[in-house]
């Protein structure tokens, strides 16, 4: 697949929230690794300029330094490409990466461009005119970014769920006799919707107690974040504590031992007040290749993977009605269940792959770094 000598740069290394980034590090073994900025330390253009240049240190700017020290970096390493997670990266480094003259790939995620703070900033057309090519986790942020004026290659794919490690678990999913466990994967964030989701739980509950079958279901809740209080708070005011488990951040494996025991998953996003989407989320494509029956909602990379009827359950973002309908009838019919999560877990297994993945961002950095020599001759 090429032996290019790559640099790659992450603002952040989230050891669970982030286990993409680790395996697309995993899989390249860049010769440079940037994460939590492009430097150790903060530049201090008087400090570094005293011992890298000396008598320079009256003209040079700050930007022009970190030209300067980071060509000479990927210089020393004879590096061929750099790829940048979140295009927000670029539009917080411009004014110094503009002058860089190196093939860039971004790989876009999600809030980085569907947020309006990106989508309105100054330097968005000029940010995407520094991108040798673009990775995108969804179609309709493909179709966005191609919008915005990028004119360069872009591959569409989302972040591959961990087949190896899901196969680990042998899943056996729960009929009525037992009690059916039900998922909610995700960070407590405004885009997760995780305050609806209380409600949904509570419509759900009230669905299930009419047919007298509350016994039978318990809601497993994964994740933390700045809701996390508020809504473990009104799971007990709405005396719901009983019917949900929440499990606050825990490591990829405990999660998917979680899914393993459990029968069906919901994704429940929504746009938030900032503009900030979805990709395609990976915990949705886990729960898929685990053999779960899904309910979620219409958006963004969601729609790309689930085909309403066919291989599980969508109703419009924040709909509990239509949400919980659709639990309900799954968890009242195993044969649906089983039906749902056998044809999307083929799905995830045929179309959602790593290896699928990873071919279309190893052809994205050879047809990058071709285009890119293409026009310096």
Sequence with gaps: MGNHKIAF??????QKSETFIHAQIDKFKPKLLFHGGWFHNKVNNRKIVRIRHKIQWFYLSEDEIRIKLIIRILQSENIDIIIIQYFNSILDNYYWLKNLNFPLIVHFHGFDFSCYEYLNHPNLFNGLNLISGAFSVS??????????????IIETQPCPPNIQAIEKFNLKLNSLEKRINVVFL?????????????FLIQKIIKLFLELDLNDFIHFQWIGDGEYFNVCNE???QLNLSKYVTFNR???????LEIMSKSSVFIQNSIQATDGNCEGTPVALLEAGAMGLAVVASKHEGIIDVIEHGF???????????????????LCKNKELRDLFGSELKKKIYNKYNSDIYYNKLYG??????????????
Excluded: W
């Design 311 to 329: 291989d599980g359950y969508l109703a419009e973002p924040g709909d509990i009605e239509s949400l919980a309908k659709h639990v309900v009838d």
């Design 364 to 377: 994205l950095i050879n047809c990058s770094i071709k285009q890119f020599n293409n026009k310096l001759t």
């Design 249 to 255: 951040t825990l490591e990829n494996m405990d999660a």
């Design 234 to 236: 009104l799971i007990n």
């Design 186 to 198: 995700g960070r407590f964030t405004q885009k997760k919707a995780p305050i609806i989701n209380v």
């Design 139 to 152: 179609n309709s942020m493909s179709k966005r970014i191609e919008s915005a004026g990028f004119s360069g």
């Design 9 to 14: 740069f992450t603002p952040t290394l989230d």
